[in-house]
């Protein structure tokens, strides 16, 4: 009932009242409008995602609540007329569930600490005990020799971004290292208040080389005090599991047909999330939104000139694993993808746009994207980060974006406890489901793709001159995804 109503707000909208068409540009702004009041008012991307976080809830990659999240995603498009939507697998390496996680300090006093694994690392299997030592924030990529020199003690560093180097290449060296010193764990202190954790498997998966353990702020602050007067001593028991029988993970994809077979956007958001709470935000409300875009676009009877496919990954947060997979398996069409579109950074209110590394295309996209700018969605910058799936296809060669919005809370509440629904900011969500729906359609219906593929060797160039080399081979295991 619905689909019919708003396709005749559409017919509508593109006639003017004697019925002549309109001209194309006041065309595609009527069209704008139209999905715009529809999701803000009408938009079901807040409801759907509390089906998602009450009923399923967290949705840790290769578990049975990954597996239900991707048969609702795809039980919804089949329900909003995308009958050829399908899932696409990709195998996994390893699987990962996380047990209980119990430290203590015991000497110079007894006291809990509140602690908890980062993904697809170890645990320490029984109760062990170690010597604490803090290295504090390394200054290099790694630490320095001699790593023996940390062997049997608890390590407490911070390896966080240094230059071009992200926090996840830093993490993820030091924690090799100190395996190889003979450390029997890596404590990484927590930036989120109220003694929340932190979790991810950025650089771990498929097995981490030893223990890596969040630690609350205040807790770590609490064995500084204690190693200013001397030698301290913890506790730890983490009992995580790993189990690596072949498993297949997928991804969901489902089109809306344009009129040129040849030319295509990727809209794309990823559904696994992180278990402390219910993935509501990351990436819980990038789903919702991109289901209820597509819902729109195909109740809205448009016919853009290129095709729009939507994408829901599984796999992101072990690195990136569903997007990488895709752009394997859809090796041959990725010339004629004119961009990709991410959305991966929260429901707060739109405010552009972030490529990585490519520079090459930001006057044009601005342009293409210009009549977003009244929704707040106004700046296009080249400062995405490296950890989220657009940055799979500036690799693979395809024009990427995601969206960028409002900072608001959600660095306080990404992969933590509070990640959940009643964080969410429901207009705000109708707000980026337009942007997504509307940028989609611009960017499907332009008449020049806004940006080229970029053949290998230029992309191999671009790698080296942004200095991201050493981060993807430890990352990855290579430059570009093979
Ligand atoms: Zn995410």
């Not at 990659?61 to 939507?85: F, H």
């Not at 203590?104 to 694994?117: L, M, N, Q, S, W």
């Not at 829901?312 to 090796?331: D, T």
């Not at 200095?467 to 430059?479: C, H, R, S, Y």
């Given at each position: 009932?619905?689909?019919?109503?708003?396709?005749?707000?559409?017919?509508?909208?593109?006639?003017?009242?004697?019925?002549?068409?309109?001209?194309?540009?006041?065309?595609?702004?009527?069209?704008?409008?139209?999905?715009?009041?529809?999701?803000?008012?009408?938009?079901?991307?807040?409801?759907?995602?509390?089906?998602?976080?009450?009923?399923?809830?967290?949705?840790?990659?290769?578990?049975?609540?990954?597996?239900?999240?991707?048969?609702?995603?795809?039980?919804?498009?089949?329900?909003?007329?995308?009958?050829?939507?399908?899932?696409?697998?990709?195998?996994?390496?390893?699987?990962?569930?996380?047990?209980?996680?119990?430290?203590?300090?015991?000497?110079?006093?007894?006291?809990?600490?509140?602690?908890?694994?980062?993904?697809?690392?170890?645990?320490?299997?029984?109760?062990?005990?170690?010597?604490?030592?803090?290295?504090?924030?390394?200054?290099?990529?790694?630490?320095?020799?001699?790593?023996?020199?940390?062997?049997?003690?608890?390590?407490?560093?911070?390896?966080?971004?240094?230059?071009?180097?992200?926090?996840?290449?830093?993490?993820?060296?030091?924690?090799?290292?100190?395996?190889?010193?003979?450390?029997?764990?890596?404590?990484?202190?927590?930036?989120?208040?109220?003694?929340?954790?932190?979790?991810?498997?950025?650089?771990?998966?498929?097995?981490?080389?030893?223990?890596?353990?969040?630690?609350?702020?205040?807790?770590?602050?609490?064995?500084?005090?204690?190693?200013?007067?001397?030698?301290?001593?913890?506790?730890?028991?983490?009992?995580?599991?790993?189990?690596?029988?072949?498993?297949?993970?997928?991804?969901?994809?489902?089109?809306?047909?344009?009129?040129?077979?040849?030319?295509?956007?990727i809209v794309g958001a990823?559904?696994?999330?992180?278990?402390?709470?219910?993935?509501?935000?990351?990436?819980?409300?990038?789903?919702?939104?991109?289901?209820?875009?597509?819902?729109?676009?195909?109740?809205?009877?448009?016919?853009?000139?290129?095709?729009?496919?939507?994408v829901?990954f599984?796999?992101?947060?072990?690195?990136?694993?569903?997007s990488?997979?895709?752009?394997?398996?859809?090796?041959?069409?990725?010339?004629?993808?004119?961009?990709f579109f991410a959305?991966?950074?929260?429901?707060?209110?739109?405010?552009?746009?972030?490529?990585?590394?490519?520079?090459?295309?930001?006057?044009?996209?601005?342009?293409?994207?210009?009549?977003?700018?009244?929704?707040?969605?106004?700046?296009?910058?080249?400062?995405?980060?490296?950890?989220?799936d657009?940055?799979?296809?500036?690799?693979?060669?395809?024009?990427?974006?995601?969206?960028?919005?409002?900072?608001?809370?959600?660095?306080?509440?990404?992969?933590?406890?509070?990640?959940?629904?009643?964080?969410?900011?429901?207009?705000?969500?109708?707000?980026?489901?337009?942007?997504?729906?509307?940028?989609?359609?611009?960017?499907?219906?332009?008449?020049?793709?806004?940006?080229?593929?970029?053949?290998?060797?230029?992309?191999?160039?671009?790698?080296?001159?942004?200095?991201?080399?050493?981060?993807?081979?430890?990352?990855?295991?290579?430059?570009?995804?093979?």
């Amino acid at each position: 009932m619905k689909a019919a109503l708003l396709f005749a707000f559409v017919a509508v909208a593109v006639t003017n009242p004697q019925g002549q068409t309109l001209s194309s540009k006041a065309t595609q702004l009527g069209q704008m409008s139209l999905i715009t009041g529809h999701a803000v008012t009408e938009g079901w991307a807040y409801q759907w995602l509390e089906k998602l976080t009450d009923t399923v809830g967290g949705r840790v990659t290769g578990s049975p609540q990954s597996r239900v999240a991707s048969e609702l995603i795809l039980q919804t498009l089949k329900d909003n007329g995308y009958g050829s939507a399908h899932f696409e697998e990709f195998p996994i390496a390893s699987r990962w569930q996380r047990g209980p996680a119990v430290g203590r300090v015991i000497a110079p006093a007894d006291a809990e600490i509140r602690i908890g694994p980062f993904g697809w690392t170890p645990g320490t299997d029984r109760r062990i005990e170690a010597t604490v030592i803090d290295f504090g924030k390394p200054t290099m990529i790694g630490l320095p020799e001699p790593h023996s020199r940390f062997k049997d003690a608890a390590v407490i560093v911070e390896p966080y971004q240094l230059g071009a180097n992200p926090t996840q290449l830093m993490r993820a060296v030091v924690a090799r290292q100190l395996a190889q010193g003979g450390a029997v764990a890596m404590l990484i202190p927590s930036d989120k208040p109220g003694r929340m954790l932190y979790t991810s498997a950025f650089g771990f998966y498929p097995h981490g080389a030893l223990p890596v353990l969040s630690i609350a702020m205040e807790d770590t602050a609490y064995m500084r005090r204690l190693l200013a007067k001397g030698p301290v001593k913890i506790s730890l028991e983490v009992q995580n599991s790993f189990d690596a029988s072949p498993s297949q993970e997928r991804n969901v994809v489902a089109d809306l047909e344009g009129t040129d077979p040849r030319s295509m956007v990727i809209v794309g958001a990823h559904f696994d999330s992180w278990d402390y709470a219910q993935g509501a935000d990351d990436n819980g409300s990038g789903i919702a939104a991109l289901l209820d875009a597509a819902r729109i676009l195909r109740a809205s009877g448009v016919k853009p000139k290129a095709t729009i496919r939507f994408v829901f990954f599984g796999g992101e947060e072990q690195g990136e694993l569903g997007s990488r997979a895709y752009v394997k398996q859809h090796r041959d069409e990725l010339p004629n993808v004119r961009m990709f579109f991410a959305m991966d950074s929260g429901a707060e209110a739109p405010v552009g746009f972030l490529v990585h590394s490519r520079e090459d295309y930001l006057s044009t996209l601005r342009e293409t994207l210009a009549p977003l700018v009244r929704l707040g969605a106004s700046k296009v910058h080249a400062q995405a980060s490296l950890d989220t799936d657009d940055v799979t296809y500036m690799l693979a060669g395809v024009p990427s974006m995601r969206l960028d919005v409002e900072e608001g809370t959600y660095d306080v509440r990404h992969h933590a406890l509070t990640d959940t629904l009643d964080h969410v900011d429901a207009k705000a969500l109708g707000i980026d489901t337009a942007v997504v729906a509307c940028a989609a359609l611009l960017l499907a219906d332009a008449e020049d793709p806004p940006a080229r593929f970029m053949p290998e060797p230029e992309t191999r160039e671009l790698i080296r001159k942004v200095g991201l080399e050493p981060a993807l081979l430890t990352l990855f295991g290579e430059i570009l995804p093979q």
